[in-house]
């Protein structure tokens, strides 16, 4: 099974280009997610979608947009790459229910430099 | 604010010894505790999601305890080995549960030695 799949892997993009990073699941999750990691930091939610055609925003939400289209892919949008936006992102999702007793499973993150 | 604490944040122990770590989260409004495990180039893994307090699960040669009362948990590995060398990270859920979505501590990061 390939479970939560990120790509691209690896990135480096120019201060105020664009990009999107795709998450694709194959669980039938209803619950995605986008988390970034820093360095000392623990994982912050950027945004989080509860089912398809939804989204709301998470802990660090400025500087990036999300659609969720398909229930199966999560997107995550930066329109002007700021120095700042540099890290690692993860996508996870959950189980249908996706209540506080379901586990997340992770993709295997994407590194984003931004020069 | 939620906060979840995690202590300590790095760990060195030999290869056979036994060691714990600790988790605090908040006590009040309490729906469930999660433990990741999460090798460096690798995904974070769920250990352990954790319910009820007084809760002790285990996997292997780890296992954790809970007790929501106080808002603590520990995870202990019984026996080191170099392939538990990773970073343990324990996550709160937020919004009182209902969204699935976490709020991760910063995890305690465990070296184990040969």
Known sequence: NAGVTQTPKFRVLKTGQSMTLLCAQDMNHEYMYWYRQDPGMGLRLIHYSVGEGTTAKGEVPDGYNVSRLKKQNFLLGLESAAPSQTSVYFCASSYPKGGADTEAFFGQGTRLTVV | ?114
């Open chain 2, 1 to 114: 604010i939620l906060n979840v604490e995690q202590s300590p944040q790095s760990l060195h122990v030999q290869e056979g010894d036994s060691t714990n770590f600790t988790c605090s989260f908040p006590s009040s409004n309490f729906y469930a505790l999660h433990w990741y495990r999460w090798e460096t180039a690798k995904s974070p893994e769920a250990l352990f999601v954790m319910t009820l307090n007084g809760d002790e699960k285990k996997k292997g040669r780890i296992s954790a305890t809970l007790n929501t009362k106080e808002g603590y948990s520990y995870l202990y590995i019984k026996g080191s080995q170099p392939e538990d060398s990773a970073t343990y990270l324990c996550a709160f859920p937020r919004n009182g549960g209902s969204q699935g979505n976490l709020i991760f501590g910063k995890g305690t990061k465990l070296s184990v030695k040969p």
